[in-house]
């Protein structure tokens, strides 16, 4: 009876120890499950919440920034000195250091990513093509798009292949301008939109070929008449954001085909995409 009595508070004692350690595991789970639900509620699985908020990740900030590092080979600004064949331009270049916090889809127009000035040095060589004003017309305060053969993110010193002076002080006046100068400062185009996407239109518009422009003829756009030269097609991709203003319909109820002018805040000349500070339409088309 002694031994029979000793087995059952052994099988009793090994119970014990077996629930005892069920309900520790038991607590230890349930533990761990509430800090899961905590770090989740919490934002510590900063990845997962980085997807769902839409804010780009690091490794897509690092691609968009190594792209633009890479293929940007052209600088606009203004001059700030001019000595022999070198100008000092300061000019307006992405800020990489305020790309983390923005969205994908913020990131994929470049030309209203944040940005800051930066000054670099620019020369002149025998090999540097100007369009119409020429090294000795440009004076401090103009303002310049420089074309190079390397990108821009990599050095401050750089050779020009190309320079395009879209604002000059040495016209005093508009009318100083021949036509090719005038063309290079306008901030606006104008034509049919052919597609239209969820935050853009391609808008087609046509440009006076200045090319093939008579100058002995016509020295200035007041004796022009842009129906008897060639033009130039261009399609621009034009962006809106919540800072474009629409003056007739909304961007939702524009269309296909309709007749639009988009306004920038920079010279559309030489760029093929840019976001549209207003947009205009739709337009009637001039009547015969």
């Given at each position: 009876?002694?031994?029979?009595?000793?087995?059952?508070?052994?099988?009793?004692?090994?119970?014990?120890?077996?629930?005892?350690?069920?309900?520790?595991?038991?607590?230890?789970?349930?533990?761990?499950m509430i800090v899961n639900l905590k770090n989740e509620v919490g934002g510590i699985d900063r990845p997962t919440m980085r997807n769902q908020t839409g804010i780009a990740s690091a490794s897509t900030i690092s691609a968009v920034q190594n792209s633009i590092a890479d293929s940007t080979k052209e600088l606009e600004g203004t001059v700030t000195a001019k000595n022999d064949n070198l100008l000092t331009i300061e000019a307006v270049i992405v800020d990489f250091s305020k790309l983390s916090g923005l969205h994908d889809s913020a990131l994929k127009q470049t030309d209203s990513l944040p940005n800051s000035k930066k000054t670099f040095s620019v020369k002149i060589d025998a090999n540097t093509i100007f369009s119409e004003l020429k090294m000795d017309d440009i004076n401090v305060g103009d303002q310049v798009i420089v074309f190079t053969n390397n990108p821009i993110y990599k050095t401050d010193d750089l050779t020009a292949s190309k320079v395009l002076v879209t604002s000059s002080s040495f016209a005093k006046n508009p009318s100083d301008l021949n036509l090719a100068d005038y063309i290079k400062q306008d901030k606006a185009i104008a034509g049919p939109i052919k597609t239209a996407g969820d935050n853009y239109f391609v808008i087609e518009s046509n440009w006076i070929d200045y090319s093939k422009i008579d100058y002995s003829q016509a020295k200035n756009i007041g004796k022009m008449d842009p129906a008897s030269v060639s033009k130039i097609t261009t399609q621009y991709k034009v962006f809106v954001d919540d800072?474009?203003?629409?003056?007739?319909?909304?961007f939702s109820e524009l269309k296909v085909g309709d007749m639009v002018a988009a306004t920038s805040d920079k010279p559309t000349f030489s760029v093929v995409e840019?976001?549209?500070?207003?947009?205009?339409?739709?337009l009637q088309p001039p009547s015969k």
């Open positions: 009876m002694i031994i029979e009595e000793k087995s059952k508070a052994k099988y009793i004692l090994i119970a014990v120890i077996v629930l005892v350690l069920l309900i520790i595991a038991g607590f230890v789970y349930q533990q761990k800072k474009t203003v629409f003056t007739n319909k909304k840019f976001t549209a500070t207003k947009i205009e339409g739709p």
